[in-house]
């Protein structure tokens, strides 16, 4: 049993090289469960790959890590994407490490590699009702494309859904309780499942999409520019464009999707959701601890994103 360790230090390198980093990216994107976080870590690992194959390093060691951090903030890069980036680089190497492939002792150092500190909070944007009805309006359409992009925004802002789960809808969670329409058995971020209300303007946006594009199962698509459905489903960068194109249109700066998730949750509380009523809807995870403490239920009968002051448009 010794002899197979010590066997097995003696192969581990100071030097990867390209082979060897690729087949470390396949097994870290292989051992993370959410596409999302698969499509952020594979991004992150081919940039530092690109970064390192650039000129001839002696080793992939803490020293070269913290070379690359100072290269990223040269950049001038969010703190927060750069340690996301980091992340990424700690898992390229706990792979080879895990598997004898890269020494122990780098591998820890790489580990203990500190991240961008962040100065300050950054504030989050929010639309007001006069805005998000905006923002629909120049969504409106008689083309397939235009129907599908109002109904995108329609549940971003009244249900306050992420991206990756809006490209995920199926006709068939679209469902009916307690006499209101929600999407049932919804699976978020970290697993959570919620059921999330769907106020009866949004759910009429997104009839008027599937009826004229005769879908069924997965609702969101992509519509080429003749007009015509293709493809098995939309992607969260394409959802990510449609909302940039529409508040372009409508004249609203700097507008992320994450925005109108916010936008949501202000609305709802402006129109006096109940607080616990909102997490349950936005689906973060301390719900099922609220839920626990306070002993409340999700009230599906009268929604808190019904009246959002949007039902007309």
């Not at 030097?15 to 470390?24: A, G, H, K, N, V």
């Not at 792979?95 to 950054?122: C, F, H, T, W, Y």
């Not at 923002?135 to 109002?150: C, I, N, T, V």
């Not at 995108?152 to 006499?179: N, P, S, Y």
Request: with cysteine; hydrophobic share 40%.
């Amino acid at each position: 049993m010794v002899l197979r360790k010590k066997s097995r230090r003696s192969k581990a390198k100071t030097i990867l090289r390209l082979p060897d980093l690729e087949q470390s990216k396949n097994a870290v994107l292989h051992s993370l469960a959410a596409a999302s976080s698969q499509e952020s870590y594979g991004h992150a690992i081919d940039e530092f790959i690109g970064w390192y194959c650039s000129e001839p390093r002696l080793a992939l060691n803490r020293t070269v890590v913290l070379r690359y951090r100072f290269f990223l903030e040269q950049k001038n890069l969010a703190p927060s994407t750069i340690n996301v980036r980091l992340a990424a680089v700690r898992r390229l190497a706990y792979e080879p490490s895990d598997s004898g492939l890269l020494s122990p002792d780098l591998a820890a150092g790489i580990r203990r590699v500190k991240g961008a500190k962040r100065l300050g909070v950054r504030i989050g944007n929010w639309l007001t009702v006069d805005q998000s009805r905006a923002l629909l309006r120049e969504s409106q359409s008689d083309s397939l494309r235009g129907k599908r992009d109002k109904a995108i925004l329609a549940l971003l802002v009244g249900c306050g859904l992420r991206r990756a789960e809006l490209a995920g809808l199926k006709t068939e969670d679209f469902q009916v309780r307690e006499e209101h329409c929600v999407i049932a058995d919804l699976i978020g971020k970290g697993k959570h499942i919620r059921t999330v209300p769907v106020p009866a303007w949004a759910k009429r946006a997104v009839d008027e999409w599937t009826a004229a594009a005769g879908i069924k199962g997965v609702i969101f698509r992509r519509v080429s520019r003749m007009g015509k459905i293709w493809g098995d489903r939309i992607t969260p960068k394409a959802i990510w464009h449609v909302v940039k194109a529409a508040a372009k249109h409508a004249g609203i700066t700097n507008l992320a999707p994450h925005d109108l998730r916010r936008t949501c949750a202000r609305l709802c509380h402006l129109a006096g959701g109940e607080l616990e009523q909102i997490q349950f809807l936005l689906g973060h995870a301390s719900v099922e601890t609220t839920e626990r403490y306070l002993g409340c239920k999700q009230k599906l009968s009268h929604a808190v994103n019904d009246n959002l002051g949007l039902e007309d448009t």
